[in-house]
């Protein structure tokens, strides 16, 4: 997809929720360049009054619009109209000031700047307004985006690169709206509006004068090309940055405990200097747009001053041109720089067009079967799964009945925790298919599958909110009561009554103000909170001592009870209770049976288990 059809597929929804204020920003634009038209008529005017040779001119032979027949005609008199209006307000050489004169002289010109910068303001008012508004939704909307890909995606994307998108990228993106935006409108307005005067006035000189801006095209190109070059590689370092600044913020613990303090510094101080060096770059280039332009304008302004003495302008006209090059000689700078801030946009905007068009690999269907009820079993149908080329599982063959726990045992990297991740469909399966009640579930709706399931994993993932919400996350519409009862189930009551505000205490980020165990049972709370028939339990006790893991399990035990439950396990003692316990081995099941039945076996698992003290 090109950058046009991206910006007018993504944009111009996002734009037409506020095209009222949107649409009257632009109108307001359109109508500041042309008052830049009226100023120049009115130094013309002004100037031609108190000018020592004023020769007042002819009355109109045409003197109502009836009479006329051409636009040039309607011009005539509408210009007799309005400076028969205003003759007794302005100055005129060889006639006595009075006090109309007087005040009229002095606010003729503030009038024009008054009313300029009144339109300018609403103008710039109205597309900042809408602009913001428009980048507030597209940064929601790119969150929506980034929750709708699948875990493939954050395996191989870095927090630094996601955080960019959703806020640098767009916020470059934000500022070409609010700025560039009202002067893309407005400056070439104004520079038309007083090109179109300035050829009623001289057309001759103004042709001359318009010789340099094409020359313009020739630095704006290059020093363009060269802002988009550094602004890129500015960009790109500084992801690379900012993932350095999360994982040491993240790992802050593991820095000090292995002294990685000045190795970190140093990584960060090295992307800070390219980062310097691309920006300075960056910056120089568009520095340098000033001076060259100002330089070819003041070539241009030679040439007129060369011309108005060979041809013996009038006074009048002369200022008046000159009034003109001043009044576009901004807009043209503008523009210029607008140009190079298009370049570093641009660089923003092929990284969200990129970003938007990634796919999740696990599709939702929204009209797809809503589980209502689970009712029968889970079958894994010669399930293989591979990451790239690299294959899993192979072959998987089981099936758990509604109530049963399974426990799935093995070496780390044999595929335990995959065959959770494809159940709750963060992967879809590469080969065969995973049935509920006979259903594949890439026919169900996502959201219905997962309001199924409850998951506890090793790293209890919690959010810097207040113990209330953290539990409220399995269930979010949850009431104080239920919260309470599944604090009480998952046995962390008696910690929670002893922070300092209790169910409101605000635990900090990842939960850091509270020990592994304790930590664990919020997320089993969570668990107990939503109350799904399906429980997947993946390695929930493995990163704690042993006291902790009695609770835990304690917790754990209560909350199986009744559900059908996929238990992942590196401390094998934790699988006695199964149902039916799984052996994998390189991504294919070895063995299967009951804890006891392993054992007996005197196979794999009882070779595990035997390395952890177990033997029959």
Not at 111 to 130: D, H, Q, T
Not at 386 to 394: A, D, I, P
Request: aromatic share 8%.
């Amino acid at each position: 997809m090109n950058l046009s059809t991206f910006v007018l597929e993504r944009g111009l929804p996002l734009i037409l929720r506020y095209w009222k204020r949107f649409a009257l920003g632009i109108l307001l634009g359109i109508l500041f360049g042309l008052v830049h038209a009226g100023i120049m008529w009115g130094v013309n005017l002004v100037i031609s009054r108190i000018d020592p040779n004023h020769i007042a001119p002819a009355a109109a032979s045409i003197t109502t619009l009836a009479e006329a027949h051409s636009w040039r005609e309607i011009l005539k008199v509408l210009q007799a109209s309005i400076l028969a209006l205003l003759d007794p307000f302005l100055p005129l050489m060889g006639r006595p000031l009075d006090l109309l004169q007087i005040m009229g002289g002095m606010i003729f010109f503030a009038g024009f700047a008054l009313i300029r910068g009144i339109i300018g303001y609403l103008s710039s008012y109205c597309l900042a307004w809408s602009s913001d508004r428009v980048m507030n939704d597209l940064k929601c909307e790119a969150l929506v985006k980034l929750n709708s890909l699948s875990m493939d995606y954050f395996n191989r994307s870095t927090l630094g690169d996601m955080i960019t998108r959703i806020n640098q990228d767009t916020s470059v993106l934000q500022r070409w709206l609010s700025l560039g935006l009202s002067d893309l409108i407005k400056e070439p307005v104004t520079i038309i509006s007083a090109l179109a005067y300035l050829f009623a006035v001289e057309w001759k000189l103004t042709l001359m004068a318009l010789v340099y801006i094409p020359i313009l095209a020739i630095p704006i190109s290059v020093l363009g090309r060269k802002v988009r070059k550094y602004s890129t590689k500015g960009s790109e370092v500084g992801i690379q940055q900012s993932s350095v600044l999360i994982e040491s913020l993240s790992n802050m613990r593991v820095a000090k405990a292995f002294g990685l303090e000045k190795f970190q510094e140093e990584e960060f101080r090295n992307y800070a200097r390219q980062f310097l060096s691309h920006n300075f770059r960056t910056m120089r280039a568009k520095e340098l747009m000033n001076p060259v332009i100002e330089t070819l304008s003041m070539l241009s302004f030679g040439l007129v001053i060369v011309y108005v003495v060979h041809s013996g302008m009038s006074f009048a006209n002369m200022t008046t041109f000159f009034m003109g090059l001043i009044l576009m000689a901004t807009p043209i700078k503008k523009l210029a720089s607008l140009g190079l801030l298009f370049q570093q946009t641009r660089v923003a905007l092929e990284r969200l067009r990129d970003f938007y068009e990634e796919t999740p690999s696990v599709q939702n269907n929204p009209e797809g079967v809503k589980l209502q009820f689970f009712e029968g079993n889970i079958e894994f149908k010669n399930v293989s799964f591979s990451y790239g080329e690299t294959k899993v599982l192979n072959n998987i063959n089981f099936t758990v009945h509604k109530g049963e726990s399974i426990g799935l045992a093995g070496e780390s990297g044999c595929g335990k925790s995959t065959l959770i991740n494809l159940l709750f469909r963060f992967y879809d399966v590469t080969e065969g298919v995973i049935l509920i009640d006979g259903v594949d579930i890439r026919n169900f709706e996502l959201s219905s599958l997962r309001a199924k399931m409850a998951l506890v994993s090793q790293e209890a993932m919690l959010y810097n909110r207040t113990v209330s919400e953290n539990i409220a996350f399995g269930k979010l519409n949850a009431s104080q009561q239920e919260i309470e009862q599944a604090a009480r189930l998952a046995h962390a009551t008696p910690f929670i009554q002893q922070m300092p505000e209790g169910f409101k205490t605000v635990i900090g980020e990842r939960g850091v103000r509270m020990s592994g165990g304790q930590r664990q049972r919020l997320t089993i709370a969570r668990a107990f909170v939503r109350n799904a028939p399906i429980l997947a339990l993946d390695e929930a006790t493995a990163s704690l001592d042993s006291e902790s893991e009695a609770e835990v399990q304690a917790a754990l035990d209560l909350l199986s009870k009744n559900k059908t439950t996929f238990c992942v396990a590196h401390r094998l003692s934790t699988l006695s209770g199964m149902n039916n316990i799984l052996v994998f081995s390189k991504g294919s099941i070895i063995e299967e049976g009951t804890f006891s039945e392993l054992l007996k076996k005197r196979g794999h698992f009882a070779d595990m288990a035997k390395k952890q003290g177990i033997t029959s």
